[in-house]
């Protein structure tokens, strides 16, 4: 009896859990002057007054106001408050009419536990943008995949705002451009560009809707019904101080779970300290584990975009449309992506 009931539960593929009709794409709200965004710790505590006093003044700098969330300050344990106290500070933000946008202050760890908690009722019928990254990715991927609605990521407060960052972050959110990403290509004193390179694993050109994160992240909520559609998306990732066996572990993970066979194309963004680690003779290199996993797939791929723990970053929309170039390295959105 049970194995004929089997087929019933329907987990044949890589999103089995997730739900069988996708939710209708929804577009935030763009931010304008003089627009108030909430500022949120869903992770790690903040520990620094001063790290939020900075975030205030940056976003005021772009002609934005802020307010705090009520949570901000909390500690528990390595988690900023409580998952309940978390979880309230995410829904209230989407819950207030007088709030325009919300930035996460920190990544860390912790996300994931309040995917259960979010009230993705009042989320759907209040959409705003939602801005982070690394740990921020659960609950940019889950929005998605439960209301439709596109998120970002991109810059956390904490982060280096400069000039690089502060221009993809303005062009997709305030100007509603369908943004072309590309890397820096700065020579300096050099004969060559040297830095921020992007290595086409796969060339190519593909179309589809991106989706993606933090490795780490990702790989640790398969198997859950918070994760989009994995078919014919454009998977990009990152991660950081992950050594290069735990980045194949991970790849191996999202092999075995079906999602790198359902996906048209792959942006591979930054892998900071990411190294084969004491002990490690004879490890393979990084570029070697992509490759193996990556080349197989026939799709288009690189890596080296300008994603992940770096100073300066793209805001890259979850649920978006898109197009990458594997061969000059860019992701070209179709539309913009905030109305």
């Not at 307010?67 to 106290?85: C, E, I, P, S």
């Amino acid at each position: 009896m049970a194995a004929a009931a089997v087929p019933l539960l329907g987990f044949s593929s890589a999103h089995s859990l997730t739900p069988d009709k996708e939710p209708k794409v929804l577009l935030p709200p763009r931010l304008k002057r003089n627009d108030t965004v909430g500022l949120i710790c869903p992770a790690g505590a903040a520990f620094s007054k001063e790290t939020v006093q900075i975030t205030i003044e940056t976003l005021e700098a772009l002609g934005l106001k802020v307010k705090l969330g009520r949570h901000v300050f909390d500690r528990f344990g390595y988690l900023a408050g409580t998952d309940q106290a978390r979880a309230e500070d995410v829904n209230a933000m989407f819950a207030d009419k007088g709030v325009q946008g919300i930035l996460a202050i920190h990544g860390g760890w912790g996300c994931a536990r309040l995917l259960p908690l979010l009230d993705y009722k009042t989320i759907q019928r209040n959409p705003k943008p939602l801005i982070g990254y690394s740990d921020i990715t659960s609950l940019l991927v889950a929005i998605t995949a439960k209301t439709g609605l596109v998120t970002f990521h991109g810059p956390v407060g904490a982060a280096t705002w400069n000039k690089f960052s502060a221009d993809f972050f303005t062009k997709v959110l305030f100007d509603g451009e369908a943004v072309l990403f590309e890397n820096p290509k700065e020579i300096g004193d050099n004969l060559t560009i040297v830095k921020d390179r992007i290595t086409t694993i796969t060339p190519g050109t593909a179309r589809g809707r991106l989706v993606g994160g933090n490795l780490t992240v990702l790989s640790s909520i398969i198997g859950s019904d918070y994760l989009p559609h994995w078919k014919d998306a454009i998977l990009f990732l990152e991660d950081i101080n992950e050594n290069v066996y735990k980045i194949d572990r991970m790849l191996t993970q999202l092999k075995l779970a079906g999602v790198l066979d359902e996906v048209k194309g792959v942006v591979f963004g930054k892998c900071s300290d990411c190294d084969p680690g004491s002990g490690s003779y004879g490890s393979l290199t990084l570029e070697e584990v992509l490759e193996q996993h990556l080349q197989p797939l026939k799709v288009p791929v690189y890596s080296g975009a300008m994603i992940g723990h770096i100073t300066h970053k793209f805001t890259i929309p979850v649920g978006a449309m898109a197009e990458i170039n594997a061969a000059n390295g860019t992701i070209q959105l179709l539309n913009g992506v905030v109305v």
